[in-house]
């Protein structure tokens, strides 16, 4: 498989096509920067069937420009009769052989990587002690937030997903309200996330690719969920693996003892956290209500690229600010999301003290950083 | 041809459903008709299959629990016998005897009323009995509508029968009302062939688990 | 539109057309109001590009713009694309092979008014309490989670329009298998002719699965079933499956026609007989048949398994082998031929290009493990407009501009003509070719607002501009419509002077009953075989005689407003329970009344005898010295 994907690159002529599409988007987003096996394999699908596909445009485009130039009728004259030509059984035969073998060359690989990408033997894989030796993350997807679940690891993060590179990462995905559709376009094609059933699929997060986009992909949600469906993004932190695994293990440190606060305004805004009842919804502890829980677990979010998501900080001000945005503005940010008042959220019952303190509190949410 | 032409059984043509240009196209557009309308019990068969037995918890009944035999083949022998009674009142029309044409759709509609009356009985057991409602579940919604479309189905062919048949008592047999016979038996022998694959579907194959 | 009409009152003329079963008069009613819902469509897209031309933009809520969005392509598609194709089938295809109507000239006006009010009771949702807002695929979980009766007016709205289509597609199969005149064989139909046909057949076998699919979400959504509430047994996959089965063979519904009138148009300005007759035909037959078996390419990330995904995926490949026949066999047609660049035919030439550009993208979406990338991104978009504008739309306004004469007996100006033309094509490859890149980019689809920072801005700002252009160019055919209407130049039979088929040997417009002699057809393109041969006329297959006609009628109408009325009742009667009784008490016997009114309707027409009339062979003579004008 892969020394045929090499030889069609190096038999295309139009591998300077590749090189121009490649300058298309960012490297954190874009597919045309493949930047994953999973990715990679597509994007040179992508680019045979592009190449094909131009081969086929190039021949009807001459056809076509001979045509409309040699046959007007202030060429051939306004009162010429044409022969009145029935058809021909050669082009007939031609044109509808030719376009089956261009398509055998294309629909050859096609199957053969559908069944590929969808191979999960690995998943059966087990070591000495019978535990699995893939790396599995169970994925959630909620109105307008992502839950990430490592069941074999005992700890849950929410919208920053962590990943080690270069190995083969299984999601398995669904969704707890509507249908979302899981999709890191640098690194691989999506999957839906229904609400029926799991979807399995695996990615791998190629390391020097990843350094290149500065070790943070882009996620999105790509099926219409409702207002916010185009805010629904998320974010992807790739590791390498020894930092993966004291990543991990950071995680289930934390799990085990509960965090003391930093400061009094951090203490404040954890009382502030009981009293409001966030803790109803957002839970802070890495262990804690994974795959039930109604928000997003918040115990890294003070090492979250994002606030909600979306919301992008530079310092540690901004960083402030944007949390008091959300929780004043939530419904205006990302409208419909589920932080309401029908869910017990009162924003109006926050003073600018609380405020204050749990914006401190929820900054101090830290497990892996200092 | 006129249409209001009166005829004897001697006059009569071979095919009057087909003679007039409006009597063809209406037998061809009815064929026609009846293609869209398998395409959608075979939708609804596929989704009936697809949520079979699916169900919230395990205190609801399921198939194999609630279907029993020998009410569903009674109701299968009401429409298959309706089926021939009607190609009889179809014989007749095309002989031009109007009064044993009649006679037979009566009997037709009246196995067919029968029909309807076990299956608001049987809907109705299952209802009481086992609290399997078109709301209980899905598979509830989907055993509730593709039974019942077939259901409504009946209703309007018995009323499309009736109607003809009050409409025409005075009048007699034409070339104008005879493609409205032979469509309308066209109809029921659908249903009916509808109501066998519902028998062997949900009923037959619902019994074996 | 004849002299006759404009001496006739307003309100005549209205009641001329509400109570119509002429199947010129009804593609009149099919143009103007797919015409108008074109318009509307048009305005949401206009919005959609609006707010998406710079980042994080707030010219619409997140809210409005799913509407917007979810509106756009259910407008665009049930209400403008497939009722204009309607038009054309309705005014052209009976004059196409040598008809006096219809098979089914009742059921034709029936077709129209569901169709009408369908569309109308779905764009009323704007004022009642806002659209529906699922996206015009309305997936089951996300439209049983949407508030308000915006769902509910897509369900209902499109039932009833789904009739509409269900016997206008009927009605076309039996006109074209029952009512060809003498001579005109299944291989000498005119191309058009035989495109309605097999997408009328894929409209009989494709409505019924979208027919059930509403049916199953207005019971969950209005009588509490369950059949996608996955926490009492129910499946939302069902909905997809349903929906794509209608929803695939529905693309080919609207690009075979667009086809059939390319066909018409290459062969009449390049004066010369289409190139393969026999297998444009069979390559059409065969598009049909195969838009049956790849529906689930629509699902390949819904995660159907590999061998579902490998199956679809090649069957999806194979139908480029039928649509590559065709391009090839246009492209011969016009070779050797002699090409004059009439607006119809400028409309055809860019087709070739822009509709290969659609075909390809198609076959790389076909292959499924790159689909994983395309799929829900802009590149999706860029393809099916590439599709839709650069087949069917094109088509349409070619359509428009060919047909306007034999329709309304005057010819649009063709200079304005050109420059509608050139601003919609130029808009049009602008608007979206450069979303091909969107969409590779990383921006999915049906997005409501996209950050900055990621790379998206300059194309979309490209991209607005270019449906700024589309958008002046549907405006200059707006104007030359009111300046032609107003000048209103009368034409003779033939106004393109190149025509073959039998229409152009008729009056613009033809006679209400289009032949006074049913004609003699004698081969394919038959005006043309009598031109080449020195007639101005066709040979007739029969003497003059009285001919049969059908009597107009008001129950088509008042059917349909039953139903419209009743939509409303079906749709409140849940807040009426759901309030216990209490408020929207008037919605039953709504429901109640809207039922009666259409049963009754039925009724009516069931009982009273329509043995239509007699127009008589003195009348007909009379009418030949006024020049076979009504």
Not at chain 1, 32 to 42: D, F, R
Not at chain 1, 281 to 295: E, F, I
Not at chain 3, 281 to 296: E, K, N, R, S, Y
Not at chain 3, 327 to 354: C, D, E, H, Q, R
Request: hydrophobic share 50%; proline share 4%; aromatic share 14%.
């Amino acid at each position: 498989m892969k020394y045929g994907l090499k030889k069609w690159r190096l038999l295309s002529l139009f591998s300077a096509l590749a090189l121009i599409l490649s300058g298309c988007g960012e490297p954190f987003l874009s597919t045309l920067q493949p930047a994953g096996e999973v990715a990679q394999k597509q994007y040179n699908l992508m680019i045979l069937s592009t190449t094909i596909m131009v081969v086929v445009i190039v021949v009807v485009a001459i056809v076509f420009i001979l045509t409309i130039t040699k046959f007007r009728r202030s060429k051939v004259g306004e009162d010429t009769i044409p022969k009145q030509v029935e058809g021909s059984h050669t082009l007939e035969v031609l044109w509808t052989v030719i376009p089956i073998i261009l398509l055998l060359v294309l629909a050859v690989p096609t199957v053969a990587l559908t069944y590929d990408l969808a191979d999960q033997s690995e998943l059966e894989e087990v070591d000495e002690e019978g535990n699995r030796t893939a790396l599995v993350i169970d994925v959630r997807a909620n109105l307008y937030w992502w839950e990430f679940n490592y069941p074999d690891l005992g700890i849950v993060t929410a919208q920053d997903l962590v990943v080690p590179t270069d190995q083969n990462v299984y999601f398995n995905v669904i969704a707890s309200d509507v249908k979302h559709s899981f999709w890191i376009p640098a690194v691989g094609g999506k999957i839906d996330t229904n609400v029926d059933n799991t979807n399995t699929f695996y990615l791998n997060f190629d390391g020097e690719k990843a350094a290149e986009a500065d070790n943070l992909f882009y996620g999105k949600c790509a099926e219409l969920c409702g207002p916010s469906h185009a805010l629904m993004d998320f974010k992807v932190q790739t590791l390498a693996p020894d930092e993966f695994d004291s990543w991990v293990t950071a995680m289930q440190e934390a799990a085990e003892e509960e965090q003391q606060p930093e400061n009094e305004l951090a203490a404040r805004g954890a009382e502030v956290f009981q009293e409001q009842a966030c803790i109803a919804c957002h839970a802070v502890s890495p262990d804690d209500r994974a795959g039930t829980s109604p928000g997003p677990n918040l115990s890294t979010f003070g090492e979250r690229s994002r606030v909600a998501g979306i919301l992008e900080h530079d310092n540690d001000e901004e960083f402030a600010e944007n949390i008091k945005e959300w929780m004043l503005n939530a419904d205006l940010l990302k409208p419909g999301n589920q932080m309401n008042e029908t869910n017990g959220y009162n924003k109006d019952a926050l003073t600018d003290e609380d405020l204050d303190a749990l914006t401190e509190y929820l900054m101090s949410l830290k497990v892996y950083t200092e | 041809m006129d249409t209001q032409q009166k005829f004897t059984s001697r006059t009569w043509p071979e095919s009057p459903e087909k003679t007039t240009l409006e009597g063809k196209n209406k037998f061809l557009g009815f064929w026609l008709f009846l293609g869209g309308e398998t395409v959608l019990f075979a939708s609804l068969f596929a989704t009936y299959l697809a949520l079979k037995d699916q169900v919230p918890n395990s205190e609801h009944y399921l198939a194999k629990d609630m279907f029993e035999l020998p009410l569903v083949f009674i109701m299968t022998m009401l429409l298959l016998t309706s089926s021939l009674t009607s190609v009889y009142a179809m014989y007749h029309m095309k002989n031009h005897n109007f009064q044993k044409m009649n006679t037979w759709l009566l009997v037709t509609v009246g196995l067919g009323l029968t029909f309807l009356g076990f299956e608001i009985y049987e809907f109705n057991h299952y209802v009481h009995e086992f609290h399997h409602t078109f709301t209980s579940s899905a598979f509830g919604s989907a055993f509730y509508t593709l039974v019942g479309f077939h259901g409504a189905h009946v209703a309007v062919g018995l009323g499309w029968f009736i109607l003809l048949m009050i409409r025409n008592s005075k009048r007699g047999l034409n070339l104008y009302n005879a493609p409205k016979y032979f469509v309308a038996s066209l109809y029921w022998h659908f249903i009916d062939v509808v109501w066998v694959f519902i028998f062997t579907v949900v009923y037959l194959m619902g019994m074996v688990g | 539109m004849s002299t006759v009409a404009q001496k006739k009152g307003f309100l005549a003329i209205l009641w001329d057309y509400l109570t119509t079963v002429d199947h010129k008069k009804i593609a009149i009613l099919y143009l103007v109001s797919g015409g108008f819902f074109f318009l509307v469509g048009g305005i949401e897209a206009m919005v959609i590009r609006i707010q998406l031309a710079v980042p994080d933009n707030s010219f619409v809520s997140a809210g409005l713009y799913n509407e917007i969005l979810t509106m756009h392509g259910t407008t665009m598609i049930f209400l403008a694309a497939m009722p204009i194709l309607f038009a054309f089938m309705n005014a052209i295809v009976p004059l196409q092979i040598g008809a006096r109507d219809v098979a089914f000239p009742f059921l034709n006006a029936l077709g129209f008014w569901l169709f009408f009010f369908g569309g109308i009771f779905l764009n009323l949702s704007w004022f009642l309490g806002g659209a529906p807002d699922a996206g015009w695929t309305s997936y089951a979980s996300l439209s049983l989670f949407s508030e308000g009766h915006g769902i509910d007016f897509y369900v209902l709205g499109l039932q009833i329009s789904g009739a509409g289509s269900l016997i206008a597609g009927i009605n076309f199969l039996v006109t074209i298998i029952n009512m060809r005149a003498p001579g005109m064989t299944y291989m000498r139909m005119p191309l058009f002719t035989w495109s309605t046909f097999v997408a009328s057949a894929l409209i009989l076998f494709a409505l019924p699965p979208l027919t059930v699919g509403l049916f199953l979400m207005l019971f969950d959504r209005m009588f509490g079933a369950n059949f996608f509430d996955v926490t009492m047994g129910g499946n939302t996959v069902i909905w997809e499956h349903l929906f794509w089965i209608f929803g695939h063979p529905e693309v080919y519904i609207l690009i075979l026609p667009a086809f059939g009138i390319f066909s018409d148009i290459f062969s009449t300005f390049s004066r010369k007989r289409l190139f393969g007759y026999s297998s444009m035909v069979f390559a059409t037959v065969l598009i049909g048949f195969l838009g049956f078996m790849v529906w689930a390419h629509h699902m390949f990330t819904t995660g159907l398994g590999a061998t579902a995904n490998a199956i679809f995926a090649v069957a999806t490949m194979a139908i480029a082998v039928p649509t590559g026949v065709k391009i090839f066999n246009w492209l011969l047609t016009m070779w050797g031929g002699s090409i004059k660049f009439t607006t119809p035919m400028l409309y055809a030439v860019a087709f070739i290009p822009s509709f290969l550009a659609g075909g390809v993208t198609g076959v790389m979406l076909a292959a499924a493990p790159a689909d994983y990338q395309y799929h829900d991104t802009y590149f999706v978009v860029a393809h099916f407009h590439y599709v839709i504008i650069g087949g069917v739309v094109f088509a349409i306004l070619a359509g428009t501009h060919f047909y306007w004469p034999k329709i309304f007996g005057t010819m649009l100006n063709e200079t304005l003509g050109k420059i509608t033309f050139w601003l919609f094509l130029i808009g049009f490859h602008a608007t979206f070719f450069i979303q091909h890149f969107l969409g590779l980019m990383g921006m999915p689809r049906r997005i409501w607002k996209f950050l900055p920072g990621q790379g998206l801005d300059l194309f979309n700002a490209i991209s607005t501009a270019g449906a700024f252009l589309m958008a002046a160019g549907t405006l200059v055919l707006l104007y030359n419509v009111i300046v032609t209407s107003r000048k209103n130049v009368r034409v003779g039979n033939d106004p393109w002077g190149d025509g073959r088929t039998l229409e152009w040997s008729l009056s613009s417009p033809p006679p209400f009953y289009n032949f006074k002699q049913l004609p003699l057809v004698r081969g394919l393109d038959p005006l043309w075989i009598e031109k080449m041969e020195g007639n101005t006329k066709m040979t007739p297959a029969e003497p003059i005689d009285d001919i049969h006609m059908p009597n107009g009628s008001i129950i088509p109408f008042v059917m349909s407003l039953g139903l419209f009325i009743a939509a409303f009742g079906a749709m409140y009667q849940v807040d009426w329970r759901a309030s216990g009784g209490e408020e929207f008490v008037w919605s039953l016997p709504v429901l109640i009344i809207g039922m009666l009114i259409t049963i009754g309707s039925m009724a009516t027409r069931s009982l009273k005898d329509d043995h239509g009339f007699h127009i008589h062979k003195e009348d007909l003579l009379k009418d030949e010295e006024k020049g076979g004008k009504e």
